[in-house]
T-cell receptor
Framework: GNSVTQMEGPVTLSEEAFLTINCTYT??????LFWYVQYPGEGLQLLLK?????DKGSNKGFEATYRKETTSFHLEKGSVQVSDSAVYFC????????????FGTGTRLKVLA | EAGVAQSPRYKIIEKRQSVAFWCNPI?????LYWYQQILGQGPKLLIQ????????DSQLPKDRFSAERLKGVDSTLKIQPAKLEDSAVYLC??????????????FGEGSRLTVL
């Protein structure tokens, strides 16, 4: 079945450091890929998405590229801020079928001032 | 625009007791999801509704969990009897489903259950 694997946390960085959170997936067909973020005390919210191979999703300085050849969707940001401290979830979904979403285990990011 | 509403936010019960969680999705969203999020893990789908029909309940422990979505709008998730391992945050999410689907799930703030 479909699955998502993401790097374990926590990840602790200093402000303005470069961020990479790895995500790989296993899927039949051509899923859409997502990054969701959960800030402390809040619900999950969509950060960015990509619906086909080679697409790049971007939002709030974060980027991720849909790499079919490596089945990856790594999240990157060039310069993190303290306000980026949150838990980040990689997810996939079949948007042309059942609309079932599968989430990774989440990676906690802590950014220090 | 109102978001996904869930209640209660917190609930503490003894094992073998029952509990119910309520969710009101965003207006017009045909698809409603209940997820279980255990501490340190990602959300796990319990049940998915399309309007008032069940699309997927393969991971719902049906001997103790039940869910309904009457009239295709709000939904209730019930646990009876509760076990210690049911301690988790229960997340409700909604989306347009197969109409005007942007790929985005909208989540409520969750209902945190502690079973003692």
């Amino acid at each position: 079945g479909n699955s998502v694997t993401q790097m374990e946390g926590p990840v602790t960085l200093s402000e303005e450091a470069f961020l990479t959170i790895n995500c790989t997936y296993t899927a039949t067909g051509y899923p859409s890929l997502f990054w969701y973020v959960q800030y402390p005390g809040e619900g999950l919210q969509l950060l960015l998405k990509a619906t086909k191979a080679d697409d790049k999703g971007s939002n709030k300085g974060f980027e991720a590229t849909y790499r079919k050849e490596t089945t990856s969707f790594h999240l990157e940001k060039g310069s993190v801020q303290v306000s980026d401290s949150a838990v980040y979830f990689c997810a996939l979904s079949d948007l042309s079928g059942t609309y079932k979403y599968i989430f990774g285990t989440g990676t906690r990011l802590k950014v220090l001032a | 625009e109102a978001g996904v509403a869930q209640s209660p936010r917190y609930k503490i019960i003894e094992k073998r007791q029952s509990v119910a969680f309520w969710c009101n999705p965003i207006s017009g969203h045909a698809t409603l999801y209940w997820y279980q999020q255990i501490l340190g893990q990602g959300p796990k789908l319990l049940i998915q509704f399309q309007n008032n029909g069940v699309v997927d309940d393969s991971q719902l422990p049906k001997d103790r969990f039940s869910a309904e979505r009457l009239k295709g709008v709000d939904s209730t998730l019930k646990i009876q009897p509760a076990k210690l391992e049911d301690s988790a945050v229960y997340l409700c999410a909604s989306s347009f489903g197969d109409r005007a689907n942007t790929g985005e799930l909208f989540f409520g703030e969750g209902s945190r259950l502690t079973v003692l």
